[in-house]
Nanobody, 125 residues
Framework: EVRLMESGGGSVQAGGSLRLACVYS????????IGWFRQAPGKEREGVVV???????TYAEYVKGRFGASKDKAKKTLFLEMNDLKPEDTGMYSC???????????????????WGQGTQVTVSS
């Protein structure tokens, strides 16, 4: 059984930083994609960053230059370093993964098979 578990959320003031972690287990093979998605209150969930099986990272435009994602294969952990946080970054951040996915569909959340419970990030102005 594949499991993903997030940690590291919290409350910070605008301009602050947080580091999220997603520990995954139970996968027999490397996921085609693993990434972070977020959902703000009253809004649809949106993609933040996705990493493919080669380690190539793709960021959403609204976090480029502020967020950094990395994957530790040995520890089966996905990290998200968030800097210069803004109130609009507030939301529930979830880690998600998929076994097989074409690169053209990497932002399509419905294609992701495995999801964590999420970790809350709150940024105050």
């Amino acid at each position: 059984e594949v499991r993903l578990m997030e940690s590291g959320g919290g409350s910070v003031q605008a301009g602050g930083s947080l580091r999220l972690a997603c520990v995954y287990s139970g996968n027999e093979f490397v996921f085609d994609y693993i990434g972070w998605f977020r959902q703000a209150p009253g809004k649809e969930r949106e993609g933040v960053v996705v990493i493919d099986w080669t380690g190539s990272v793709t960021y959403a435009e609204y976090v480029k230059g502020r967020f950094g994602a990395s994957k530790d294969k040995a520890k089966k952990t996905l990290f998200l370093e968030m800097n210069d946080l803004k109130p609009e970054d507030t939301g529930m951040y979830s880690c998600a993964a998929v076994d097989h996915l074409h690169s053209n569909l990497k932002w399509q959340q419905s294609r992701y098979e495995y999801w964590g419970q999420g970790t809350q990030v709150t940024v105050s102005s």
